[in-house]
């Protein structure tokens, strides 16, 4: 014989807020899993901030550094031209450097010297003295940058094989000591020798030609073909 209490028969309506149960308490029972603890992901619906989020290894984007590490070395060579670079180089002939070879390239050497030293005789404050020093640095100036300093070709024509090469570099393909090399390696040697003479061996004077001759003759040397000096 069981003993039921008179609130069995009434409806959770009809029962006092006092004896009515409590919201929560019937979400907690129909929805375990809705209310969690503080430990969880999700409490009642809503992140819990308070959890720390590491990412996995899969997230972690290594960064790749693209460009070319700085060399340390001031003075360096270039690496040798690979089998498709020299492919390229062989496609067309180049007309940046063949030049030397046709006629009348070695007499416009000749011909520049002259016309400098004319100009520079109009330019009446000048002594002989500087008028030959200053004709023999003019030359080895434009020389150098002809040469020396300038890279690559001014015509599209190789698919940039020569784009590391300077006209030096470039003529007779890299061969050293060739006739054509030897004669513009003879020309500032010899505007030194005359420079020297005619400025009556003037010390200071000499220095001056002898170091710019030097900056023009040295590379052209078996020993700085393909030799870069960086000072920056």
């Not at 016309?115 to 002989?128: A, H, S």
């Amino acid at each position: 014989m069981s003993v039921s209490s008179e609130n069995d028969h009434l409806s959770p309506l009809d029962l006092s807020p006092r004896q009515r149960p409590h919201s929560n308490s019937i979400n907690s029972i129909g929805s375990p899993g809705r209310n969690r603890s503080n430990s969880g992901t999700f409490s009642s619906g809503h992140i819990n901030n308070s959890i720390p989020l590491t990412p996995t290894g899969s997230h972690h984007q290594h960064t790749v550094n693209t460009r070319p590490r700085r060399s340390s070395s001031i003075i360096q060579h270039l690496e040798p031209d690979t089998l498709d670079t020299k492919i390229d180089q062989a496609l067309n002939p180049n007309v940046n450097a063949n030049w030397v070879h046709q006629k009348g390239a070695w007499i416009i050497h000749i011909v520049l010297i002259v016309f400098l030293k004319l100009f520079f005789n109009f330019i009446t404050v000048l002594d002989n003295d500087w008028r030959w020093t200053l004709t023999n640095l003019t030359y080895n100036i434009g020389s150098y940058i002809m040469f020396h300093q300038v890279k690559g070709t001014p015509f599209e024509f190789n698919s940039g094989a020569y784009d590391n090469l300077t006209m030096w570099e470039q003529i007779d393909n890299g061969d050293q000591y060739t006739p054509t090399k030897k004669f513009l390696m003879s020309v500032p040697i010899g505007l030194f020798l005359i420079s020297t003479h005619y400025s009556n061996y003037n010390l200071n004077l000499f220095v001056l030609n002898g170091v710019s001759c030097l900056c023009v003759v040295v590379p052209k040397l078996a020993i700085a073909h393909r030799l870069r000096v960086t000072l920056y």
